[in-house]
């Protein structure tokens, strides 16, 4: 589940009770502390404490997750996109919540939440709110669009060129990470030039697939090749960007 940390000796909290349990289950330090160490897991990069009536999950610096005596709890990355936030946050969440993907995503249940900021508040119900929810971004490539730009610029007359002279050469090119690098922002002037063909196709760019792509990156909004659909929430986010909510 993370790399560096392994939460294993560390019990299981999933509710204010459980986490008042385990704070009065805590050894204090001998020689003092804000809060006190993990039963299981006795050191200083992580503790616990009382604020007030809330119980405070800390992780280095961070105070990661807060529970409250309504049930509710809150999570704090502190801004951390890391496997070991997510495995520690999760040992300290209430069954069937997990937080994944380097913190980009909080899963309730069936129900993954983007997190695209440091703090998220969960209700005892389950409701998530916070100035670091998210949403999820879907990018499809509108295919009229896309066949309007690769025309103008060129592209598909060179694909039937590569089709015709790329067997040619094939067995002479080595790796595509050993060949001549191409910036993208050049690729365009050398689709202009058909002098220029056998130097893009023999370069790091000149894989059609690859070609296309770096076409899409420098020239894609402008002639509406992304179409981009947003979503709350998402049962199987695969291939979504998280982006802040009024992106």
Known sequence: MSFGLSMNAVAWVRSYAEAVAMFEKAVP??????????????????????????????????????????????????????????????????????????????????????????????????????????????????????????????????????????????????DRWRRPWVSEYDVVPMLHNEETWHTLMVSSAGEPPILREMLYRQHGEAYGVFDRTYYDSMENPNGCAVVMRGA
């Open 29 to 174: 330090w001998r020689n003092g502390g804000e809060d006190r160490p993990l039963p299981g897991k006795r050191s200083r990069y992580y503790g616990v404490r009382m604020d007030g009536d809330n119980v405070v999950f800390r992780y280095h610096h961070t105070d990661v997750i807060r529970w409250k005596p309504d049930g509710s709890y809150a999570i704090d990355t502190g801004g951390h996109s890391s496997r070991s936030t997510c495995a520690f946050a999760s040992n300290f969440m209430p069954w069937h919540h997990w937080l994944m993907r380097e913190t980009a995503h909080l899963r309730i249940n069936d129900t993954v939440y983007a997190v695209a900021g440091a703090r998220i508040n969960v209700s005892k119900t389950g409701v998530v709110s916070g100035s670091g929810l998210g949403r999820f971004q879907k990018t499809t490539i509108n295919r009229k669009n896309a066949k309007v730009l690769l025309a103008e610029i060129g592209y598909y007359k060179y694909v039937a060129w590569h089709k015709l002279m790329h067997p040619m050469v094939q067995g002479t090119m080595p």
